[in-house]
C-alpha cells in the first residue's frame, strides 16, 4: 500500500515476490457514509510530488489535480502521506521538511502542503486523512544524510539500522512519546479528518537480519514472557496512546489504521484466517491487528487486500469474510485497501489483466454488510487507469456521489 504494495507482492508465500457500494446501479445506502479513498504516497515521489525540487506552484498544482480527480472519480476521501521518513509535509517544530518536496531534507518548500491539502480538500467536499509512518527513519542506513537537526542524528541511540534503512526503535518510550508527539502536532495544527497509519510497525522481516533491539529489550522487557510479546505491548501502547491523544486534542478526528491483510494463518492460530501467507502481523510485524479491532481502540481499520478472488495463498474473499467476522459486533468501520496498482501489471496473475476484477471486489464486498467502503492504492494508478479498472469501478459502483464516512 500506502507502504506495503511491494510487501503484499513479495511476502505472501506464492504470491509471487455509512453509504455501502451500490451494486451496478449503485442505489444501496447506509446512514453513515461510505468510504471511498485513495492513497497519496509521497515516500519515493511514489506518487506526488512527481519528483522533488518542483517549484511551489507546480508542486501545489500536482496536489489540486489529484484531489479534482478524486472528485472526478465520485471519490470522497483521500489518504495523503504527511510523514514519510520521520519528516514533515507541514512545518514541524520537531522534525525536518521532507527531502520529498525540495530534494534537501529540511529545506524549506515555500508553502504549506498539508495545509493546503486540508484547505482544498474540504473546498471539494472530500475529507482529508493525514497518514504518517510512525518508526521509519531513512530508505538508507547513512545517518550523515539525514539533515543536521534531524532528532535520529541527536540521539543515534532511538535508532536501529535494519535491511538497508533506518528505524526508530519502538521499544524505548522516550521514541514512543516523541513519534507521538511529531505527529500529533499536526493534529493540533490542522482539522484533519482522520490520522491514519500504514501497515509499517516492526519492520517486515529481512533474511538473516536481525532487528537488534537487545539493549531496549533488557532494559523494559521485564515481566513479558519473551520479546515477541514485549514487542506486541510495544505497539498496543503506540496505538492506545496516539488514540487516546487524538482525542483529547480534536475529538471529531478519526483513527485508523491500514495493516498488511493478514493476521494470522489459520494454521497458527485457529481465530486466523483460511490463508497460507508468508507474513503473518501478529508474529512478523508484532502487530495485534485484530485486536484493536475486538476491542475498539481504532475508528476504522483498513486492511490491505492487495490479491485477487481466488488467489491461492491468500484469497480476496477469503479475507473479505475474515474480516467482517472480525469487525461484526464491534464499534471499528471496516474499509478494504484494494490494489488497483496491479491492474493491468503483466507481472501480476492473469486476474489482474482483467478490468472488471477490481469492480468484482466491490460487488463481493457488497455481501457483507461489515464492509462500509474502499480505499485504492494509489493516486497515480487512479490518475494512468491504464487498463480501465478504475473507471469501471467508478461506471459500476459509484454512478451517485456519497458523503464521506464521519
Known sequence: MAGGAAAADALTGGAGAGTAAGGPGGGRRRAAGEMRGV?????????????????????????????????????????????????????????????????????????DPLGTAVEEAHARGLAL?????????????????????HPARRHPDWVV????????????????????????D?????????????????????AGR?????????????GYPNRAAWRRANIDKLVGETAAGIKLIRPATQFGISPFGVWRNAATDSRGSDTRAGVET?????????????????????????WNIGFGAADYATLVSW??????????????????YKAGDPAQPAAWQDPAELSRHLALAEERPQVRGHVFFAAKDVAADPIGAMARVVADHYKQPAMPPR
Open 39 to 111: 492513497w497519496v504516497a509521497t515516500v519515493a515521489n511514489r506518487d506526488w510530488p512527481s519528483r522533488p525540487g518542483l517549484t511551489a506552484a507546480r508542486q501545489r498544482a500536482e496536489l489540486v489535480a489529484h484531489l479534482d480527480r478524486a472528485v472526478a472519480d465520485r471519490l470522497n476521501t483521500v489518504i495523503l502521506q504527511v510523514r514519510p521518513t520521520a519528516d514533515a509535509l507541514w512545518p514541524s517544530p520537531y522534525e525536518p521538511w521532507s527531502q520529498y518536496l525540495t530534494g534537501t531534507q529540511g529545506r524549506n518548500p515555500g508553502w
Open 210 to 222: 536481525t532487528f537488534d533491539d537487545t539493549a531496549a529489550y533488557d532494559r523494559h522487557g521485564a
Open 129 to 149: 486523512h493525514a497518514w504518517f509512518n510512525p518508526y521509519r527513519v531513512a530508505n538508507h542506513t547513512d545517518p550523515a544524510r539525514l539533515a543536521a537537526s
Open 161 to 184: 539500522p535494519y535491511g538497508g534503512k533506518l528505524y526508530y526503535n519502538p521499544g524505548l518510550p522516550e521514541v514512543r512519546a516523541f513519534v507521538q508527539q511529531a505527529m500529533l
Open 282 to 306: 501478529y508474529d512478523d510485524l508484532y502487530a495485534d491487528t485484530r485486536k484493536w479491532v475486538r476491542e475498539n481502540w481504532i475508528d476504522y481499520i483498513c486492511p490491505q487486500l492487495y
Open 323 to 340: 474480516w467482517a467476522d472480525v469487525a461484526r459486533d464491534t464499534a471499528t468501520r471496516l474499509y478494504l485497501g484494494e490494489a488497483l
Open 186 to 206: 499536526a493534529v493540533r495544527r490542522y482539522p484533519v479528518d482522520a490520522v491514519h497509519f500504514d501497515d509499517y510497525f516492526y519492520p517486515y522481516p529481512v
